[in-house]
């Protein structure tokens, strides 16, 4: 599907969703219209002495349970219609898991591979100095997304608190821990991810050594997932990341494939040039045939719009866990729902990272900080309460389980805004 759309496909679901949800109709045409979007230009001083100028985007898309949050992503392919979408979906995603935020998110049109780490540093303080009356510890949280990690975000905190001129940590979340971040911040995406999967295996009765996995996209969600998957004896058969993938029937030990990429930067290590060559035997696949391998659960934890109405029809995986944000065209979903596939939505599988990143707020705006244990215990009872919650939804509806996550998150973000008064109140005119 061509990128323009994304938004527009995006919000085709609250429609869906709307018939379940019994909320009043203008929450519905609320959410259809982000509360605000700032577009800046960033003037960048490179290493050579040359300016180049990069486009940032910030959009809040809904702030009513909360001060908007949502990631920031460095990425080539980034656009004012791409975040806007991905800020609609923190808004559901917040709202999924019952947590008081609204949603938002920005991003830089920009290949980070292509900039050095001091040019990395000035163009994400120059994000922070453009966008700093806009985002704020009570108004508009950012976080890490693709191709942001927590140095970044210690770079905008630091810039942010430097043009306040008050230690604001509160300011945006993943930062490391040394200054402010939470402990299991790092692995919550995946680890949230993980706890849903641990859910629906108590449901299916499997055992996880007869369960085979194969994950698109070797960043920080698709590592922590598969890790922790791989760690209860789920054979990972496949992983790939930008650059292709390996595919072994047997399995790969994850945690060496973890040390090569991130010791290379490159899944592709794992099989060309690095030590592991001999060590790990591996067939290779490319990103598209690794979406359509004969496995049990599909993991897309890469980009989104990578299951569309061209490929849906090969995908074998009866179970597709949507750790990336939107991997699915409304049209893919559709093609893949009529074959009864069972797709554990992004708003509530990725959910674990946005769960984690409130811990972090609530910690720094308390000045006391938790332990890794109570983070994942804490992470834990949400995401299984929340899994169950959508899932009694969809039997209870005999719905999708998408559909029946956008019909909780709807219910929430609905009682909400009604709870300011909706036409219905207004129009009764009686106290
Ligand atoms: P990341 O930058 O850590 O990793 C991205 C990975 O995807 C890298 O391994 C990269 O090589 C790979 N990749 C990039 N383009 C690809 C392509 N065309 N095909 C296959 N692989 C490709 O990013 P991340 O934080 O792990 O985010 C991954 C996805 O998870 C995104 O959709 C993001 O929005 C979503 N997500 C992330 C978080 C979080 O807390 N980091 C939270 C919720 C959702």
Same mark, same amino acid.
């Given at each position: 599907m061509a990128k323009q759309g994304i938004f527009d496909d995006a919000?085709?679901?609250?429609?869906?969703?709307?018939?379940?949800?019994?909320?009043?109709?203008?929450?519905?045409?609320?959410?259809?219209?982000?509360?605000a979007i700032m577009q800046v230009s960033i003037p960048v001083r490179m290493d050579d002495g040359t300016l180049r100028v990069?486009?940032?985007?910030?959009?809040?898309?809904?702030?009513?349970?909360?001060?908007?949050?949502?990631?920031?992503?460095?990425?080539?392919?980034?656009?004012?219609?791409?975040v806007k979408a991905?800020?609609?979906?923190?808004?559901?995603?917040?709202?999924?898991?019952?947590?008081?935020?609204?949603?938002?998110?920005?991003?830089?049109?920009?290949?980070p591979k292509e900039l050095s780490r001091m040019e990395l540093e000035r163009l994400s303080r120059g994000f922070v100095q453009r966008m700093a009356d806009f985002i704020g510890p009570d108004t508009d949280i950012p976080a890490p997304d693709v191709y942001t990690n927590p140095m970044i975000m210690g770079w905008m905190m630091d810039e942010y608190s430097k043009i306040k001129r008050i230690h604001s940590p509160g300011v945006i979340t993943g930062k490391p821990v040394e200054i402010g971040g939470s402990l299991g911040r790092g692995d919550a995406t995946g680890r949230g991810a993980y706890y849903?999967?641990?859910?629906?295996?108590?449901?299916?009765?499997?055992?996880?050594?007869?369960?085979?996995?194969?994950?698109?996209?070797?960043?920080?969600?698709?590592?922590?997932?598969?890790?922790?998957?791989?760690?209860?004896?789920?054979?990972i058969v496949a992983i790939s990341d930008s650059q292709g993938g390996i595919y072994s029937k047997?399995? *790969?030990?994850?945690?060496?494939? !973890?040390?090569?990429?991130?010791?290379?930067?490159?899944?592709? %290590?794992? &099989?060309?040039?690095?030590?592991?060559?001999?060590?790990?035997?591996?067939?290779?696949?490319?990103?598209?045939?690794?979406?359509?391998?004969?496995?049990?659960?599909?993991?897309?934890?890469?980009?989104?719009?990578?299951?569309?109405?061209?490929?849906?029809?090969?995908i074998k995986a009866e179970i597709i866990v949507e750790v990336a944000n939107g991997p699915l065209s409304s049209a893919g979903d559709r093609i893949l729902r009529d074959k009864k596939h069972l797709i554990l939505p992004d708003i509530l599988a990725n959910a674990g990272g946005v769960t984690v990143s409130y811990f972090e707020w609530t910690q720094n705006k308390a000045g006391f900080y938790w332990t890794e244990e109570e983070v994942h215990q804490r992470l834990q009872a949400i995401?299984?309460?929340? *899994?169950?919650?959508?899932?009694? !939804?969809?039997?209870?509806?005999?719905?999708?389980?998408?559909? %029946?996550? &956008?019909?909780?998150?709807?219910?929430?973000?609905?009682?909400?805004?009604?709870?300011?008064?909706?036409?219905?109140?207004?129009?009764?005119?009686?106290?």
């Open positions: 919000i085709k679901r609250l429609d869906e969703a709307f018939e379940h949800a019994n909320i009043d109709p203008e929450a519905l045409e609320k959410l259809k219209h982000p509360k990069f486009d940032g985007y910030r959009v809040q898309h809904d702030d009513t349970r909360g001060p908007t949050k949502g990631g920031i992503r460095y990425h080539p392919q980034v656009d004012l219609d791409e991905l800020a609609f979906w923190m808004t559901c995603k917040c709202a999924v898991v019952g947590i008081p935020y609204g949603g938002a998110k920005g991003g830089i049109s920009v290949n849903c999967i641990k859910e629906l295996e108590k449901k299916r009765g499997w055992k996880p050594e007869e369960i085979t996995v194969a994950v698109q996209g070797f960043g920080n969600a698709g590592q922590a997932v598969a890790k922790l998957l791989h760690d209860d004896g789920y054979k047997d399995g *790969f030990d994850v945690p060496s494939i !973890i040390k090569t990429k991130n010791d290379s930067r490159q899944v592709k %290590a794992v &099989y060309c040039d690095g030590a592991l060559c001999t060590a790990v035997p591996a067939d290779t696949v490319t990103n598209a045939e690794l979406l359509e391998l004969d496995v049990d659960i599909l993991i897309p934890a890469a980009l989104e719009n990578v299951i569309t109405d061209e490929n849906a029809k090969n995401m299984t309460r929340e *899994f169950n919650n959508v899932y009694d !939804i969809m039997e209870r509806k005999k719905i999708d389980m998408r559909t %029946a996550a &956008y019909a909780h998150a709807l219910s929430r973000i609905g009682t909400a805004i009604s709870s300011l008064g909706t036409h219905a109140f207004f129009s009764n005119g009686t106290h």
